[in-house]
């Protein structure tokens, strides 16, 4: 189904009239199922900002046993377990180990990278990576803490919902909204990026002076239709939740997945960045890269987010008397970068697809010295730009910390990328204007 934040209504199509007619919660559910509501948000926020959806399924959720502590995958929310480092940060691609040395599905796959604030007091976020090679067999998952945005890079992912399944692939994002319950089926070696926000959830952000049309069109994003399953697990079926930013695990003999029908505004959704309408300076100098914002999660100051998810699709470039490339800069925000295929123009070479690099508050970043050199004798006509790439940022108001494992246990920190400036030299001369 299309839209973004709609009232959705879907039930599966072998049981018709699922819904109750006229109620949310009658005496007596059609095919006698439960009723179920699942909060997306305080019972008395204002419409626009109200989030819920009533779920009729064949058993309710609150039936299995008591959740125990876990320790599996990489997944922290202690942003002191190592000193700062206010470095330009760049990871080499993250290495997804073979299934025939270490099988790791979706949840013993995920790492934490870096982030900041709490999930407590509801107010921050976190940045994961995921490196999987099998899939989620007779388990589920799903964040109390906040909102899942997952960036798939190698490997598509099916991901069955109590909402109905989406298939996502490299250029797709899909959002899975807090408490939202899934699991993911992989086919192959399997690698992506997710942010994670605490306490708020994403939305489109406003046009202003663009008008009514631009960047992420609501119509283009994409909601599940309504599927279930009937089935009982004598082995045990496991639920885990992300709760305090530890895992825990409950066991239920059924499967989660047996929402037969289901209406409502809060539900997982996907969205293809190649359908992004770009919009690009046409006369001189750049507009910020704000302008390449697909969702935002906002804080509670006005134009400030607690985290941006920005793109930097195909598009022509065409300004005049311009440095083309991404300017020097030093920003207040943290940004985040990684790469889902092709070569970022800004550095062609050392940032590569499933890798990343962190900006942090107020440290200098910008083109390395082939690419000033490059774009400043470059003749100025109209040409694409980032053909074949599709490269993305989280930009985030926090001051992020990066984890153990992202410093020093994956094994991926690019030490050597403080170099790529080095051979930048002065062309400074007072003699010549």
Not at 74 to 103: C, G, M, Y
Not at 189 to 213: K, Q, S, W
Not at 324 to 352: D, T, V, W
């Amino acid at each position: 189904m299309s839209g973004f934040g709609n009232e959705f209504v879907s039930e599966d199509p072998r049981c018709p009239g699922a819904l109750p007619e006229g109620q949310n919660n009658p005496q007596v559910c059609p095919y006698g199922l439960y009723a179920e509501q699942l909060s997306g948000s305080a019972f008395t926020c204002p419409r626009p900002t109200n989030k819920r959806s009533w779920l009729y399924r064949i058993l309710p959720s609150v039936c299995h046993k008591p959740f125990e502590c876990i320790h599996e995958g990489q997944v922290i929310h202690d942003w002191d377990e190592v000193e700062p480092d206010p470095n330009q940060l760049r990871w080499k691609p993250f290495e997804i180990p073979k299934a025939s040395q270490r099988k790791l599905d979706f949840v013993s796959g995920l790492h934490t990278l870096c982030g900041a604030g709490e999930p407590r007091s509801r107010n921050g976020i976190a940045v994961h990576i995921f490196l999987c090679n099998t899939s989620m067999i007779n388990r589920c998952f799903y964040s109390s803490d906040g909102d899942f945005l997952i960036v798939p890079q190698q490997g598509k992912l099916l991901i069955t919902t109590e909402f109905g399944k989406l298939l996502v692939e490299p250029s797709e994002i899909c959002v899975i909204q807090q408490g939202m319950r899934f699991s993911v089926e992989v086919f192959g070696e399997t690698r992506g990026y997710i942010l994670e926000v605490y306490g708020v959830h994403f939305e489109l952000p406003d046009l202003g002076p663009i008008g009514a049309n631009g960047l992420a069109n609501p119509r283009d994003f994409l909601v599940p239709v309504a599927w279930y399953e009937d089935r009982q697990v004598p082995g045990g079926y496991t639920v885990i939740s992300k709760y305090q930013g530890k895992l825990f695990a409950a066991h239920q003999d059924f499967s989660p997945f047996n929402v037969v029908a289901w209406h409502g505004n809060y539900t997982p959704y996907k969205y293809n960045l190649d359908n992004f309408m770009v919009i690009n300076s046409v006369a001189f100098d750049h507009a910020d890269p704000s302008i390449f914002t697909v969702l935002t999660a906002k804080s509670t100051r006005p134009g400030v987010a607690l985290a941006d998810f920005v793109i930097f699709p195909p598009r022509w470039g065409v300004a005049n008397h311009t440095f083309r490339p991404p300017y020097y800069h030093r920003n207040c925000m943290s940004e985040f970068m990684g790469l889902i295929k092709g070569h970022y123009e800004a550095k062609e070479e050392g940032f590569q697809p499933g890798g990343g690099s962190l900006h942090s508050m107020m440290t200098p970043h910008g083109p390395d010295a082939e690419c000033f050199e490059k774009a400043s004798k470059a003749k100025l006509e109209p040409e694409r730009v980032a053909d074949g790439t599709m490269a993305f940022m989280f930009e985030s108001s926090f001051s992020l910390a990066v984890t153990r494992w992202g410093l020093k246990t994956s094994n991926c920190l690019d030490k050597s990328y403080y170099k790529c400036w080095e051979p930048l030299k002065s062309h400074f001369n007072p003699r010549s204007k």
